[in-house]
């Protein structure tokens, strides 16, 4: 009873293949050192529009990574350290807990950079932002994504004939169209 049988999705399913993805990541794909959860979210004026028009949100989220990569080399820098690397993992889910359409980001960031030491070897240097950090993190990206959106025509009114925008804006209002 508490199985789709393949038939549709269903949360024991859902929950499985999730599971299994991070299993799968933890065992090949990054490397075992601290990491930081960023949920990166959009006013829900935004949301409709970045999931309308995904190269928005490709570039919102390249935004958001950007501005925390910078944020991480800033820090190293000012411990000494030159020609770090930063990566992400990022998953994008276009839904809720309600199943209402919800655009936002998981990424998943080292909490520090990773730099090649003296015997040539590559070392991870932990950084711990402050609240004051993230919280003029989140000021910058919301400022710069909100500038980039305005300058790529974010605001557009869509095509009145296209019946996908209406469908869109009823499912993040979790409304029938």
């Not at 499985?16 to 990054?30: K, Y």
């Not at 809720?96 to 090649?116: C, E, I, Q, T």
């Not at 590559?122 to 305005?150: G, T």
Request: with cysteine.
């Amino acid at each position: 009873p508490f199985s789709c049988k393949g038939r549709a999705f269903c949360p024991a399913c859902i929950g499985r293949r999730m599971a299994e993805m991070a299993r799968r990541w933890c065992d090949t794909l990054l490397p075992h050192v601290p990491y930081r959860q960023w949920v990166i979210t959009v006013p829900w004026a935004r949301r409709k529009l970045l999931a309308y028009r995904p190269g928005l949100a490709r570039g919102v989220l390249a935004l958001a990574l950007d501005e925390i990569f910078e944020w991480l080399t800033e820090e190293a820098r000012q411990l000494g350290l030159v020609d770090v690397r930063c990566g992400a993992v990022t998953v994008q889910q276009r839904w809720g807990s309600a199943l209402v359409l919800n655009l936002h980001y998981h990424s998943l960031v080292p909490d520090g950079v990773f730099a090649r030491g003296a015997d040539g070897e590559v070392v991870f240097h932990r950084l711990y932002p402050h609240r004051a950090d993230l919280e003029a993190l989140v000021q910058r990206i919301a400022a710069r994504s909100e500038a980039w959106l305005e300058a790529q025509g974010g605001d557009d009114a869509p095509d009145p004939e296209d019946a996908q925008p209406a469908l869109i804006a009823a499912a993040v209002e979790g409304r029938a169209a």
